[in-house]
């Protein structure tokens, strides 16, 4: 349960089903009220917080913002509610009875509208309570409540929401098209997709799971968390070099050879017992002026005899850091494309310009072909925007594997992992937004599964990634460069 992530629909049918078991909807507002309280009872604490606001709209959402407006009065807080026209929902007019029998301040929302509020001439609150929309928001806010999240967003003091940041949407992540930004958001009986992927990060804040009844049955995760705590099988004390898999960087096009350097090295640095890079040899001198371990092959040279024996003698194939867009690297990768595709014993990562020729001549690969696309690459393998990609994330990393099968990295913010089940990363950071990341991420998937195989799981490799990037980062997202991560990379494997 505390790794599983849900639909907004699966939640709300859960909801639906306890509350046909003769549950009170109404007893599930004031206990998701009440957990949330006592939450940030001990949060005020070490924050100094006396007066504060909560923003209600005219859903379920909102009724939990009345009580938790009530329970916060109780313990003495001062509370004022800004409000809406409340709905018709029985449970919210009761929530709001209640909240006024408790002497909490409601004020008309309409004041925040006002030419006064505007001004941000609003009073000063400690906190501010976000309890405006829920799960269910799947369209665009008008003018007016864009306004209205703006306006909340500028409020100096603690942010909060209750189950979602109002104008995120619950599934992709995006926001429609503005979002409140929390510093917490108290995310009630689930996690929801969308507080992970796309820009969800980015507003969520810290997240609280408020668990309130137990799973049924038919409750299905739409994905998992990817777990932070990975322990790779230990190296046998009679190993050797030849025991720790064989890596083959297939890239570099004459004017671009640092991919396949960062690639080649990350693999090294993951453990690979031998790595080989096969690129244009103008780039020899520097790769071995680097790391004198890599072997190398002039891909122009080798014939089709050359390339099969090759691939007789690796474990794993890292294909397409560098390689160009242009005829010659056209004709690259329609050699090597078949020959991997034959090769059914190969762990193949495929990566940068190898997707944009791969979109161009598409086929199917087996379960052993793992493709690492970010947004405007899923683009052009699905023929669309990268804003369509961006909007429904969860939905084109499942297109990309319906179209080309295989597993597929849909990387960003909260990158996406899809292997029989989806898998969510939480770890990384912004400061992995630069070039050459793509190309160390591709270099461990191929030397991680060259050792291991089945044993090591795709999405375990890319959270070794963001554990490696966020130790990189650690004193500052500004300036990281994927050629530092190697030793990153040696100490997450090595935990």
């Known amino acids: 349960m505390q790794g599983s992530v849900y639909h907004s ?146 409020q100096a003091g603690l942010k909060v929401s209750i189950d979602i940041p109002s104008g995120l949407q619950a599934n992709t992540g995006q926001a429609l098209p503005v979002a409140i930004q929390a510093d917490h958001t108290f995310t009630i009986l689930g996690y929801k997709a969308g507080l992970f992927t796309g820009q969800g990060k980015q507003y969520a804040g810290t997240l609280h799971l408020v668990s309130l009844i137990p799973a049924d049955d038919a409750l299905q995760p739409l994905a998992y968390l ?72 002039d891909i122009n040279v080798l014939e089709q005899n050359d390339i099969e024996k090759l691939l007789q003698q690796v474990d794993a194939v890292c294909f397409g850091m560098g390689l160009g867009r242009d005829q010659w690297a056209e004709q690259v990768y329609l050699q090597w494309a078949e020959l991997l595709s034959q090769n059914t014993h190969l762990e193949v990562v495929l990566d940068a310009d190898a997707l944009w020729f791969l979109a161009k001549y598409p086929q199917p690969f087996n379960h052993h072909l793992y493709a690492t696309p970010h947004p405007g690459e899923a683009a052009t393998l699905l023929g669309c925007t990268v804003q369509e990609i961006e909007q429904d994330r969860i939905a084109a990393i499942q297109q990309l594997q319906q179209k080309y099968a295989g597993q597929w990295v849909l990387k960003g913010a909260g990158s996406l992992i899809l292997e029989q089940e989806l898998f969510i990363c939480t770890q990384g950071n912004a400061g992995m937004a630069t070039g050459g990341m793509g190309d160390v991420l591709a270099g ?50 090595n935990r």
């Open 444 to 493: 461990m998937i191929a030397s991680l599964k060259a050792q291991f195989h089945q044993h090591v799981q795709l999405h375990e490799i890319v959270s070794l990634h963001a554990q490696a990037g966020d130790l990189l980062a650690q004193n500052g997202l500004r300036g990281l460069q994927a050629h530092e991560m190697g030793k990153m990379i040696y100490q997450v494997v």
């Open 9 to 154: 629909q699966s939640i709300q049918a859960w909801e639906q089903r306890w509350f046909m078991q003769h549950n009170s909807s109404l007893g599930l507002m004031q206990q998701a009220a009440w957990a949330i309280a006592q939450q940030l009872i001990q949060l005020f604490g070490q924050s100094k917080v006396q007066k504060v606001a909560l923003w209600c709209g005219q859903g379920n959402n909102a009724g939990d913002g009345y009580y938790l407006a009530a329970y916060l009065k109780q313990q003495g807080y001062c509370v004022t509610v800004f409000a809406t026209e409340p709905g018709q929902s029985a449970d919210l007019k009761q929530a709001v009875e209640y909240a006024q029998s408790h002497q909490v301040d409601i004020q008309s929302i309409d004041y925040l509208w006002s030419e006064k509020a505007v001004q941000q001439q609003l009073p000063v609150f400690d906190c501010h309570i976000d309890a405006l929309f829920g799960i269910g928001l799947n369209r665009s806010l008008d003018l007016r409540w864009q306004e209205m999240i703006q306006l909340f967003n500028m």
């Open 226 to 297: 990817s777990p932070e705590k990975i322990v790779l099988p230990k190296r046998q004390a009679f190993g050797h070099k030849g025991s720790y898999g064989h890596v083959l960087v297939v890239g570099g096009h004459a004017d671009m050879g640092g991919a396949v350097i960062m690639s080649a090295e990350a693999a090294f640095h993951a453990g690979a017992g031998k790595v080989s890079v096969i690129c244009h040899a103008w780039h020899h001198q520097a790769i071995l002026a680097r790391s004198p371990n890599i072997m190398l092959r």
